[in-house]
């Protein structure tokens, strides 16, 4: 068992004891993937060593399916790998599955998904969709429309997770009805927002039925969400901060350990993972979906 220094603002996770020396004091950035190991049990100490609470990191399993070959994908001008063209569905498959699910399909050139009026539960041959192939650094673009109190989201450096929605290991950009969804009185569920962590500032989403375009751009670690040209939301993956903004969220440690795991160590030890479209039961269209990778 490892026990930690465990800050109040979530500076430093320090005080890492091992069972045969003194201990060393290391920040999240620098242990990375260390601090929490998926089925032992994790003790946490206040500054005065008085333990706070015992967490077990559920044990998990990383699917690894074959990825497809960019090069069979044209580039567009600008040097943007054409993700979806409007004409076919080449790539993409369900999260978990081998095939795109029946309710994705494609509509007057957009890619589609037919509202099951389910939320979350993607039942009716739906369910959250991925681009077969893992990303590093790159920046993404997509335009997106949504229904009327529609809700759906653009995920990337997710991982697929045996059992689990794909939320519970990627960050995600939100789609929404702001003036219609009840998500959309909330900042930091709003639409474009780092979803119950950064609140898109300015918010310029254009109402349901009309065409928005997001850009997201992740660069080793600091990501950057635009809304129809826009820079609105800023943030730095895999430091201090970041683990703060997690234990404010519904993901953190407390109440969701696995998630927490997961976000915490974001795109997994290559820091990678897929560009995924959710199924939140509404309608939603998505077209021009295009990403170009940098060093």
Not at 24 to 34: L, N, Q, S
Not at 253 to 281: S, T, V
Request: proline share 4%.
């Amino acid at each position: 068992m490892k026990k930690f220094n465990f800050l109040g603002n979530m500076a430093l996770l320090a005080l890492l004891l091992s069972c045969g020396g003194g201990p060393t004091t290391k920040t999240v950035a620098e242990t990375e993937g260390e601090l929490y190991l998926p089925g032992q049990e994790t003790v946490f100490t206040d500054v005065e060593q008085k333990v706070v609470e015992t967490v077990v990191i559920p044990a998990y399993t990383i699917v690894d399916r074959p990825q497809v070959n960019l090069a069979a994908f044209p580039v567009d001008k600008d040097g943007f790998t054409i993700l979806f063209d409007g004409s076919c569905t080449k790539g993409w498959r369900g999260y978990g599955k081998e095939e795109l699910p029946g309710k994705w399909s494609i509509e007057k050139g957009t890619l589609k998904f037919s509202g099951s009026g389910t939320g979350e539960a993607q039942l009716l041959d739906g369910g959250d969709i991925i681009f077969a192939h893992k990303f590093k650094n790159f920046e993404l673009s997509v335009d997106w429309k949504v229904s009327k109190d529609g809700n759906s989201g653009i995920f990337y450096l997710a991982q697929e997770i045996k059992g689990h929605p794909i939320y519970i290991s990627a960050p995600e950009s939100q789609i929404l009805d702001n003036a219609g969804h009840p998500d959309g009185r909330g900042a930091k569920t709003s639409s474009s927002s780092l979803y119950d962590m950064v609140a898109a500032d300015p918010q310029n989403a254009k109402p349901f039925g009309e065409w928005n375009n997001t850009t997201i751009i992740v660069h080793k670690g600091n990501v950057y969400h635009y809304q129809n040209g826009v820079k609105v939301v800023t943030y730095n993956l895999w430091t201090p901060r970041w683990t703060e903004m997690l234990q404010a969220s519904k993901f953190s440690l407390q109440r969701w350990p696995l998630a927490f795991e997961l976000l915490n160590n974001c795109g997994g030890e290559k820091r990678e993972g897929y560009i995924g479209l959710q199924d939140h039961g509404d309608d939603v269209w998505f077209r021009n979906i295009k990403i170009k990778i940098s060093d």
